[in-house]
């Protein structure tokens, strides 16, 4: 597979992987017992993206469903960065399909909740930084090896 089609195809299994991890109607079993299972609702209450009396960071499995949010958007950041290769558009689809995936939740009696964007950003925003340092350090040795030569 050439080089050409490595990256869209990363970022387009990566999104799917997204989709199912988020629309699952159980992620406790989803991420313990590998069930995928989906409960379609026709008319979710849009207003639940709002609530935020469901925030827990003292329980364990609300700090592992975080982190896996903070990590998934790092990822995605990374692989569509590496298609796209134009960081404000990255960002801003990154953002755009972490507000989707939010309100696609809510279709399948899941919950969706703005400051899961948030936490989205965060990975992505990371990911962002991370990236940024290392094409900078590419760039830093590529300059002192043609220095050298």
């Not at 329980?59 to 590496?82: C, D, P, R, T, W």
């Not at 689809?93 to 399948?108: D, I």
Request: glycine share 4%.
């Amino acid at each position: 597979m050439p080089n050409l089609y490595v990256a869209p195809f990363l970022l387009v299994v990566w999104a799917v992987i997204i989709l199912i991890a988020g629309c699952t109607s159980d992620a406790h079993a989803f991420l313990f017992e590998q069930v995928v299972a989906f409960n379609v609702e026709m008319a979710p209450n849009f207003r639940d993206l709002l609530i935020t009396n469901d925030i827990h960071i003292t329980n364990e499995f609300y700090v592992i469903q975080k982190i896996g949010h903070i990590s998934a958007f790092g990822v995605l950041f990374f692989f569509m960065l590496n298609w796209i290769k134009r960081v404000k558009i990255t960002l801003l689809l990154c953002a755009t399909f972490a507000f989707m995936t939010e309100v696609l939740q809510l279709f399948f009696s899941r919950n969706g909740r703005l400051y899961d964007v948030g936490i989205d950003m965060v990975g992505i925003l990371l990911s962002y930084v991370m990236c940024r340092a290392i094409f900078l350090k590419i760039k830093e040795v590529s300059r002192v090896e043609n220095y050298v030569k």
